[in-house]
């Protein structure tokens, strides 16, 4: 920051010291009858020139401070769009295996079983199986088949399943509750 502030002064003196030379001159040449300088011009353009030198290194450093400060800021914001995209693909890992385990508690078998039952059977059957592995029978069984198997059902249990079932297919749903 002081930095900053001693090259912003020094590039300002830099620029005052070059018009403070030249308005002499552009006066001069306004009024008709020429005045004596007292400082030579062409010694002042090399003290100028040789102030301007001087502080073009320290110049130069600031800017690349700036820079690179600018550059440190945007690798930060950079590192936490890439943590939140890390979060969100557990997210989805977790959602895909949870998923995944869902579809396997069916294929257990069961899925056999409760296909060759009647609508009405089965429908009693799964009225006392936990929702989430009733859920996953369903979701195997042909829509046709789960259709009557749902009507027979009581129709809160059926509303939960079909919530489970449109859940389980949404892959915008992550970490969601169980719902029994």
Known sequence: MILTAIARKMLIACSLATVAMLLPLDMAAAQEAPKPVAADPASSQ???RQF???IADPARDQRYLLQKQELEKLQAD???RIAIMD???AEYEDWLKRR???LKTADLGLVDIYKNMKPDAAAAS?????T???AAIIMKLSSRQSSLILAEMDAKKAAVITNIIASAS???TSKSKDPS
């Open 46 to 48: 090399d003290e100028i």
């Open 52 to 54: 301007c030198t001087n």
């Open 78 to 80: 950079v590192d936490q």
């Open 87 to 89: 979060k969100r693909k």
């Open 100 to 102: 995944d385990d869902f």
């Open 126 to 130: 799964l009225n006392d199986v936990r």
């Open 132 to 134: 989430t592995i009733a």
């Open 170 to 172: 949404d892959p915008n």
